[in-house]
């Protein structure tokens, strides 16, 4: 989907991801989850052939990603990351958003889940998520678990 001159967001399924582009996608997100917030997590949890991956591009080059992993029994949103030279500029938001439709159309009336860091917690309040549990720490990162009501089109 176009969404500017040279800003596209584009859905793609677990079976759609080439070794190129699984790599990219995968590099990208140790670059901002492990490397920049050094945080030696284990990204590779079991869930990203369950997922729908949402890749945020300008021109060819990947900027930001998200996952909209399948019920189990909530629909989850993780791996929500954008390049820091493109934050501040509303890619999260127009990717959550972008994600909660895209629930809200294949996943009709589920809740959505995420494991948000903790200073994120405002921004996920805007989008209707609400903590369902205290501050966590989750390798070396704190987080907080929110929940956002079903939505359904």
Not at 50 to 67: F, V
Not at 122 to 130: E, H, N, V
């Amino acid at each position: 989907m176009k969404i500017g001159a040279d800003i596209t967001l584009d859905w793609r399924r677990w079976a759609d991801l080439t070794a190129p582009l699984l790599y990219e996608l995968l590099q990208f997100r140790q670059a901002i989850f492990v490397v920049e917030q050094a945080s030696p997590y284990a990204d590779l949890d079991g869930r990203d052939a369950r997922a729908e991956h949402l890749l945020l591009r300008r021109a060819e080059a990947l900027i930001g990603c998200l996952r909209l992993i399948e019920p189990d029994p909530l629909v989850r949103i993780g791996r929500v990351a954008v390049a820091a030279g493109e934050r501040g500029h509303g890619f999260a938001r127009l990717m959550m958003e972008a994600a909660l439709q895209r629930a809200a159309e294949i996943y009709l009336h589920r809740d959505v889940a995420l494991s948000a860091q903790t200073y994120l917690e405002p921004f996920y309040q805007s989008l209707g998520f609400t903590a369902i549990s205290a501050p966590y720490d989750d390798y070396g990162v704190p987080h907080i678990d929110m929940i956002g009501p079903a939505r359904g089109t």
